[in-house]
């Protein structure tokens, strides 16, 4: 069956370094046997300037009937002072909304050659190997009502509701127990139930459905507790699983102890395993068009597209491989350079990963 791809490159770095994702699938599709075809589609900063809205009807039809989708970044100081309906980032909440892709997958994995690209010490973050289970349609990000309103006395309020259903919770709870069984069956479920009530009601469901899983080991922490941890002691984590806001700072965190952002991809997905690829990084304006962003994060993203979605896990393998040795070589983007290694651009290091696969 010939699997339909629908690429959105988005803004910033995004075209770029989707450019060199393409090179990598291009590859698999010609030499491995990869059976896919490849549309394009816009979203972001991108689709407000073609179309008029950041999530347009056509994009929205286009990856309505695709089996995956691979994203850049959006977002750009250009679409920022925009009403917040046709900023950039808008589009991908709503494309995020609309798929249903509630199940974000946020991998922190160090690749031991950029052990020393981390901010903290080698010995701390040697062998770390978090995957970070993020709500992606509910919390403060959707909840009812929300604005920015004035008061009698003139001054302006903003407010934002923070809500979870018990459904919602099960269902990311669930994926985050499975995704543990597959790993070191231990979940560390994150929340701030010492102050809100959604968080008690979090910490009451993840508990209920732990009976479902009694192989897998439970442990609940406070975000400001994990935060902590996870700059002190990161390798006690195997999974996390926690709501949209913890997971969105949370993960940016986890991030880092990998020694760049630019490392990391992550996967969206729904209830059936269609999914929304992208890296977790977002379009970096200050450095588009040089040539200099790192495209190792959507190049890994588009792994995980093979293994969650396309049922492809040894296709997936050998663009793990073909990034690890290509690391091996020392070539090094800006974000991940250190001393002795080989300085690449964006091109380069693409065509790397492609001729080591
Ligand atoms: C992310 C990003 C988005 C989010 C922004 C761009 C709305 O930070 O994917 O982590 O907060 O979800
Ligand atoms: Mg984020």
């Known amino acids: 069956m010939t699997h339909k791809i629908l690429i959105l490159p988005g803004d910033g770095i995004g075209p770029e370094i989707v450019a060199e994702a393409v090179k990598v699938l291009e590859c698999l599709r010609q030499e491995h046997g990869l059976d896919a075809t490849l549309e394009?589609?816009?979203l972001g900063g991108c689709a407000v300037d073609a179309l008029?809205?950041?999530?347009?009807?056509?994009t929205r039809r286009q990856a309505r009937t695709a089996a995956a989708i691979l994203l850049g970044a959006v977002g750009g100081p250009k679409w920022e002072k925009l009403d917040r309906p046709l900023r950039a980032e808008s589009g991908l909440l709503a494309i995020r909304a609309d798929l249903e892709l509630f199940a974000n997958l946020r991998p922190a994995l160090l690749y031991p050659q950029l052990a020393a690209a981390s901010t903290l010490k080698p010995e701390i973050v040697a062998g770390l190997d978090i995957l970070i289970v993020r709500e992606l349609n509910g919390d403060v990000y959707f909840g009812q009502p929300r604005g920015i309103r004035t008061l009698d006395s003139g001054e302006r309020e903003g407010f934002n509701t923070m809500i979870y259903r018990e459904s919602e919770i099960e269902r990311i709870a669930r994926v985050a127990f499975a995704a543990a069984r597959q790993r070191?069956?231990?979940l560390c479920s994150v929340d701030k139930a010492n102050a809100l009530e959604t968080s008690e009601l979090w910490r009451q469901v993840?508990?209920?459905?732990?009976?479902?899983?009694?192989?897998?080991?439970?442990?609940?922490?406070?975000?400001?507790n994990?935060?902590?941890?996870?700059?002190?002691?990161?390798?006690?984590?195997?999974?996390i699983v926690t709501g949209n806001l913890f997971g969105d700072i949370l993960s940016d965190c986890a991030a880092m102890l990998t020694g760049s952002i630019g490392m990391l991809p992550s996967a969206s997905l729904d209830?059936?395993?269609?999914?929304?690829?992208?890296?977790?990084?977002?379009?970096a304006p200050d450095i588009a068009s040089q040539g200099v962003a790192n495209p190792l994060a959507t190049i890994l993203s588009v792994a995980m597209l093979l293994r969650h979605t396309l049922n492809a896990p040894e296709q997936?393998?050998?663009?793990?491989?073909?990034?690890?040795r290509v690391l091996d070589k020392g070539l090094r983007t800006m974000d991940i350079m250190a001393p002795g290694m080989i300085p690449v651009g964006t091109q380069a290091m693409g065509d790397a990963v492609a001729a080591a696969l």
């Open 40 to 42: 394009y589609g816009l």
């Open 52 to 58: 008029g809205a950041p999530y347009p009807e056509e």
């Open 184 to 186: 070191a069956r231990r």
């Open 206 to 224: 993840v508990q209920r459905v732990a009976q479902d899983y009694p192989d897998v080991v439970l442990s609940h922490l406070y975000v400001d």
């Open 226 to 239: 994990a935060a902590m941890q996870l700059v002190r002691a990161p390798r006690q984590f195997d999974v």
């Open 271 to 283: 209830a059936s395993g269609k999914g929304l690829y992208e890296p977790i990084h977002g379009s």
């Open 316 to 324: 997936a393998e050998r663009i793990e491989r073909a990034v690890g």
